[in-house]
């Protein structure tokens, strides 16, 4: 490739797009967009089929729909988007060209091409194995083929992510260390190596078994290795989402963090214990000896939620200090007040932090208490969980991002203006529903992955608390909703992309100063930093954390009489 490679200024941000970056960035965040809307017809299909009201699908169809939503939502749009990520924080951060483009489409299309596989094979009806895709339970091996064929393509994006690091690094197209953006996104794509690595250990074995080369897959075996997989792609979701976070506050605020060591401290855990996570998933299961759970879920995992508690205090800590420098300094809030909430992209951005924070951070941590596990695993509870991680923490950090990137990138104006103020609010109160109806259905013992809640045809039938009805009912009102605001966000994104006015020379975005956009370019701490404010929110989240802590071993002290 040659280095004079074409490329343009965007007069707005200052930030240097060249060509080959930039067509990889629109085809990988559109395809992600279209799985989008897939994964979340699927998942409105499931919410109503659990609705005891509604009761939608057939049990075959439910678990089709079921494994259809997971595998769309959970790998395809996510990953297919933070590819985009990956290649906006190298090559248009750092303003260099990328590494190697035509092996960057070389891995778009293993992807493509994996995902179609993939999903052509669960609409087949013949792998309806869910997300997990537990052995003994075989799907075709298309299923299996498709999803190596999807990690491969990911794996290649990531190399190329890096080898475009080495390029800016010795071209000297920055200077100093790589802003803090860009660090959190190699964080991302060294747990995606890990990860992707994991995926293949266990999933290339359980493809020769489908095929009849291998005969048997140890299930214990399957299950440990293949959460290596399953939890830790959930945890390059966050390092991208995070790195978003930093990102929007810095360009539509100009807000600096308010340590770059502390901050890249904070992902440098991630990458240390964050894997960890996974025996979350693994408390019950009677081979893994007590030493190993205790380990990873008393002591090990406490320190990934360090990482993740630093950056609770450091983004709406720099976004304060960046408002109080602007004078808005009455009081503990009027900083908070006065953002530009009617800008989606930070709507979106500051809506996936409270519920990522309150909804999924809290959760996850009681969930990987190994006693507390005890009456939550295998609940609806488990769903509820991960929507308020993967849904309303990363997508729709991914969501607020995108209103950013079609100015910048598609360089297009943003169509429906008013719809797109709103979108993040519709979606946010949506999955927020969905979040904290399916833990409270799961603490009452509604089960996860059962087609009938109410259990009719069990030999031994069993009548929920009306109150675990009337959730799940509210949960399915819930989804509705955060599907409208999926679908309002589909229409602006796609009528930007294809039919918002052309922006000739980036002068209008609607979404950044000229003085604040850089910020996301440079390296360097907050100078005095006041953050009250922050700090009461701050511990307003550690007295939530304590009360809900406290409630689950009350929930848990009630089923010690049983003997």
Not at 79 to 107: D, H, K
Not at 376 to 397: E, Q
Request: aromatic fraction near 14%; charged fraction near 10%; include cysteine.
């Amino acid at each position: 490739m040659a280095i004079n490679e074409q490329y343009r200024t965007c007069q707005t941000t200052g930030l240097r797009v060249y060509k080959s970056a930039e067509n990889l960035i629109k085809a990988n965040a559109v395809v992600a967009v279209v799985f989008l809307l897939v994964g979340g017809v699927f998942g409105i299909m499931v919410a109503l089929t659990r609705w005891k009201a509604v009761h939608l699908l057939p049990a075959d169809w439910f678990y089709l729909a079921l494994t259809a939503h997971g595998i769309n939502l959970l790998v395809v749009w996510i990953i297919f988007f933070e590819m985009a990520v990956l290649y906006f924080a190298s090559s248009v951060l750092l303003g260099s060209r990328l590494a190697t483009p035509r092996w960057a489409w070389a891995g778009f299309a293993l992807m493509l091409i994996g995902a179609i596989v993939t999903n052509i094979a669960v609409l087949q009806g013949g792998s309806s194995v869910m997300f997990t895709s537990y052995v003994p339970l075989k799907a075709d091996p298309s299923f299996y083929a498709g999803v190596i064929l999807f990690a491969v393509g990911a794996l290649i994006g990531c190399f190329v992510f890096f080898g475009t690091l080495v390029i800016a690094k010795q071209e000297k197209t920055y200077e100093g260390s790589v802003p803090l953006v860009t660090f959190g996104a190699t964080v991302a794509a060294i747990i995606a190596v890990f990860t992707i690595a994991s995926g293949a250990i266990i999933l290339i074995p359980t493809f020769l078994w489908s095929i009849g080369y291998v005969s048997h897959i140890d299930t214990l075996m399957y299950r440990t290795i293949w959460w290596a997989f399953g939890h830790s792609s959930q945890q390059i979701n966050v390092a991208a989402h995070i790195s978003i976070w930093y990102l929007i506050s810095a360009v539509v605020l100009g807000a600096k963090p308010l340590s770059e060591k502390v901050s890249r401290g904070a992902f440098l855990l991630y990458v240390l214990f964050l894997q960890l996570a996974s025996a979350h998933h693994l408390l019950v299961d009677p081979g893994i000896s007590s030493e190993w759970k205790i380990f990873n879920t008393s002591y090990a995992i406490y320190l990934a939620v360090l990482g993740s508690m630093i950056h609770g205090m450091t983004v709406p800590g720099q976004i304060e200090s960046a408002q109080r420098k602007k004078g808005y300094t009455n009081g503990l809030f009027e900083w908070l007040r006065k953002c530009p909430w009617g800008n989606p992209a930070f709507s979106g951005m500051f809506i996936s932090l409270i519920l990522f924070g309150f909804l999924g951070g809290i959760s996850g941590v009681v969930m990987g208490v190994e006693q507390i596990n005890l009456i939550i695993h295998n609940t609806i509870y488990v769903p509820g969980h991960f929507h308020a991680t993967v849904v309303a923490g990363t997508t729709l950090a991914f969501m607020a991002v995108t209103y950013l990137l079609i100015p910048l990138i598609f360089q297009r104006e943003i169509m429906f203006p008013s719809m797109a103020k709103l979108q993040p609010y519709v979606f946010g109160l949506g999955v927020a529903g969905i979040s904290l109806f399916m833990m409270g259905a799961g603490t009452l013992g509604v089960p996860r992955r059962h087609w009938d809640i109410s259990q009719a045809d069990a030999v031994l039938p069993y009548d929920f608390p009306g109150a675990a009805n009337l959730m799940m009912g509210l949960n399915g009102i819930s989804a509705l909703l955060a599907g409208v605001g999926g679908v309002m966000f589909i229409a602006v994104a796609v009528g930007s992309i294809f039919f918002g006015k052309k922006i000739v020379d980036s002068t209008e975005t609607a979404a950044a100063e000229p003085a604040e956009a850089t910020t996301a370019t440079e390296y360097g701490s907050d100078e005095h930093p006041a953050i009250p404010g922050t700090i009461v929110l701050v511990a307003v989240f550690f007295t939530t954390f304590v009360l809900y802590y406290f409630v689950n071993w009350k929930y848990l002290a009630e089923v010690w009489p049983l003997r």
